[in-house]
Structures are given as structure tokens and as C-alpha cells.
């Protein structure tokens, strides 16, 4: 296909916004990174910017020295790892019933659950809701709660209702019952929807701040999110088991640039696993039969 020359100039116009958009995204974190290796004089001169200067990993050996940012580390992974497998069980068991025209008072129960996502419960009915279900204090109160995000209930919905009929007609005719229907036949060919609600979800997770700051008080279960807070608004790392000769040789912002590190690359190393399913994923219900 021979392109006019308007549609060359178009596709340079759109290649450097695009390009100037990807670098306002990615320099930022690059100018983190540089930081987080480098020595404190060169940081407290102001000399970084996208390259280390005076390579060093005192900063990371500082904080990976600190138990609780082992302990916030392990309660975000327990935190996202069994909050996302909630999430999508949940979302899917309540989609795919929501998405079948033959079961009863689906539009009530849809009415019910739009209402949810206009109308959110404010902090304190959640707040005495979480108390009286004895969920303070647990890991269980930034899970549970959160079970069931509306928009992606119907996100996950439209893409059921694209499902064949007759593919879950043939299922039945086999003698598979609904719940063997839903397992067997369904859930396999949902992954792109799995794994975009599971992106999604588990970003969300392993961001959670405000929940952890309100419902636990125990520092025993507090998520790495509040105490990177805690590192980057008040300089509480000197409170860690480390030695003063370490703490000689880092800057205060090198540390709070590798604790941000610390705390976005797990979550960024998921994304290329789940990519393919990502991008299908986002196609879900833009297209009808």
C-alpha cells in the first residue's frame, strides 16, 4: 500500500508525539533510578540527572537492611497476590450469571451494582463495616472489602456475553453443570479479560495506601506503600538496624529514590508476562457478532 504524502507527515507527527509522550514517562523514572545509585555528594550538589555519578548501592543496602521494609514488602505480595485471586474469582462468579439472559432478576441485581458505582459508601459506614466484621488489624481488611470493583464487573460481563451460545449449549447438552460449565469451558477462553482485570486489580493492590492507613494500626501488617510514605515524608529510616558508617556514605533523597525503586519494580516486572492477554484483553467488548 503506497501512502499519500499526507499520510506520511500524519505518521512523523504522530511517531514524535508519541515518542515525546513515551519520554515524559519514561525520564522520570530513569532520573530515579540515577539517583538511587549515586553518592551523596554528588546528589546533595545537585549534579544527577539521568546517569549515576559516584556509582553505589548504599542506598539499597541500607534499606534492604531496614525488617520493616522486608515485612511491608511481604504483606504488599500477600496483600496483591491473594487480593487479585479474590478479585477475579469474584468478579468472574458474579459476571458470568449477570451476562446469561436465562437467569432471573439479572437487571435488578444490575441496577443494584450500577447504583454501587456511582454512589460509593462514604469512609465511615466502611470504617464500622470492617470493625464489626472483625477485619481490623488483618490483611483481610484491604481484600475483602475491595471484592468486586463495578466497572470491571461489567468490563468482564460484556466479554461473557460474546462467548458462543452455542459453545455453552453443547457443554450442557454434554451433562457438564453450571459451576463445571463456568470452569471448564469459560474461564478458559476468558484469559484476556483474566489478565487484564488481574493487571488492574493487582496494580491497585499493591498501591494501597489510604485503606492500610485507616483499617490497620498494627505496624506488624502496615504494606510497603505506607512505609515508603513514612521514608520519603519523614526521613524515618534512621530508625532501621543499620550502621552509622552507612549512613554516612547516603544522601537522604538517594535513599527515598531507592525505596521508590524498591516499590515500583515488582510490579512492573508482571506487565511483560501478561502482555499478549493485555492487549486483547483491551479489546473486550468493542467488538459485537
Same mark, same amino acid.
Given at each position: 500500500m503506497?501512502?499519500?504524502r499526507? *499520510?506520511?507527515i500524519f505518521?512523523?507527527?504522530?511517531i514524535?508525539?508519541?515518542?515525546?509522550v513515551?519520554?515524559s514517562m519514561?525520564?522520570?523514572?530513569?532520573?530515579?533510578?540515577?539517583?538511587?545509585l @549515586?553518592?551523596?555528594?554528588?546528589i546533595?550538589a545537585?549534579k544527577?540527572?539521568f $546517569?549515576?555519578?559516584?556509582?553505589?548501592l @548504599?542506598?539499597?543496602?541500607?534499606?534492604? *537492611? %531496614?525488617?520493616?521494609? $522486608?515485612?511491608?514488602?511481604?504483606n504488599?505480595v500477600?496483600?496483591?497476590?491473594?487480593?487479585?485471586l479474590?478479585?477475579?474469582?469474584m468478579t468472574?462468579?458474579?459476571?458470568?450469571?449477570l451476562?446469561?439472559? #436465562?437467569?432471573?432478576?439479572?437487571?435488578?441485581?444490575?441496577?443494584? +451494582?450500577?447504583?454501587? &458505582?456511582?454512589?460509593?459508601?462514604?469512609?465511615?459506614?466502611?470504617?464500622?463495616?470492617v470493625?464489626?466484621?472483625? &477485619?481490623l488489624?488483618t490483611?483481610?481488611?484491604?481484600?475483602l472489602p475491595?471484592?468486586?470493583?463495578?466497572?470491571?464487573l461489567?468490563?468482564m460481563r460484556?466479554?461473557f456475553?460474546?462467548l458462543?451460545? #452455542?459453545?455453552?449449549d453443547?457443554a450442557?447438552?454434554d451433562?457438564?453443570?453450571?459451576?463445571?460449565?463456568?470452569?471448564k469451558? +469459560?474461564l478458559?477462553?476468558?484469559?484476556p479479560?483474566?489478565?487484564?482485570m488481574?493487571?488492574?486489580?493487582a496494580?491497585a493492590?499493591?498501591?494501597?495506601?489510604a485503606d492500610? +492507613?485507616?483499617?490497620? @494500626?498494627?505496624r506488624? $501488617?502496615?504494606?510497603?506503600? +505506607?512505609?515508603?510514605? #513514612?521514608?520519603?515524608?519523614? %526521613?524515618q529510616?534512621? *530508625?532501621?538496624?543499620v550502621?552509622? #558508617?552507612?549512613? *554516612?556514605?547516603?544522601s537522604?533523597?538517594?535513599?527515598?529514590?531507592?525505596?521508590?525503586?524498591?516499590a515500583?519494580i515488582?510490579?512492573?516486572?508482571?506487565?511483560?508476562? &501478561?502482555?499478549?492477554?493485555?492487549?486483547?484483553?483491551?479489546l473486550?467488548?468493542?467488538?459485537? @457478532?
Amino acid at each position: 500500500m503506497i501512502m499519500t504524502r499526507g *499520510q506520511k507527515i500524519f505518521n512523523i507527527c504522530n511517531i514524535f508525539f508519541l515518542g515525546i509522550v513515551g519520554l515524559s514517562m519514561v525520564l522520570p523514572l530513569i532520573h530515579i533510578i540515577a539517583q538511587s545509585l @549515586s553518592d551523596a555528594v554528588a546528589i546533595n550538589a545537585g549534579k544527577v540527572s539521568f $546517569w549515576p555519578i559516584g556509582f553505589t548501592l @548504599s542506598s539499597y543496602k541500607l534499606i534492604l *537492611q %531496614d525488617p520493616s521494609i $522486608w515485612a511491608g514488602f511481604r504483606n504488599s505480595v500477600m496483600i496483591t497476590v491473594f487480593g487479585t485471586l479474590i478479585n477475579l474469582m469474584m468478579t468472574a462468579m458474579l459476571a458470568y450469571p449477570l451476562s446469561r439472559p #436465562e437467569y432471573l432478576y439479572r437487571k435488578a441485581v444490575l441496577i443494584l +451494582v450500577l447504583f454501587t &458505582l456511582v454512589f460509593s459508601a462514604p469512609l465511615i459506614p466502611n470504617y464500622l463495616l470492617v470493625k464489626q466484621l472483625g &477485619l481490623l488489624d488483618t490483611l483481610w481488611a484491604l481484600m475483602l472489602p475491595m471484592a468486586i470493583s463495578a466497572f470491571n464487573l461489567f468490563i468482564m460481563r460484556s466479554f461473557f456475553m460474546n462467548l458462543p451460545n #452455542e459453545l455453552i449449549d453443547s457443554a450442557k447438552i454434554d451433562g457438564c453443570g453450571e459451576f463445571r460449565t463456568f470452569w471448564k469451558i +469459560v474461564l478458559p477462553l476468558s484469559k484476556p479479560a483474566m489478565a487484564t482485570m488481574g493487571i488492574i486489580y493487582a496494580v491497585a493492590h499493591w498501591n494501597r495506601y489510604a485503606d492500610a +492507613v485507616f483499617y490497620i @494500626s498494627d505496624r506488624r $501488617w502496615i504494606p510497603l506503600q +505506607v512505609r515508603l510514605r #513514612e521514608i520519603v515524608f519523614t %526521613d524515618q529510616y534512621g *530508625q532501621s538496624d543499620v550502621t552509622s #558508617e552507612l549512613l *554516612q556514605l547516603v544522601s537522604p533523597e538517594g535513599i527515598k529514590m531507592a525505596v521508590i525503586v524498591v516499590a515500583t519494580i515488582p510490579i512492573m516486572m508482571v506487565y511483560p508476562f &501478561l502482555q499478549k492477554h493485555f492487549i486483547q484483553g483491551m479489546l473486550v467488548g468493542s467488538i459485537k @457478532s
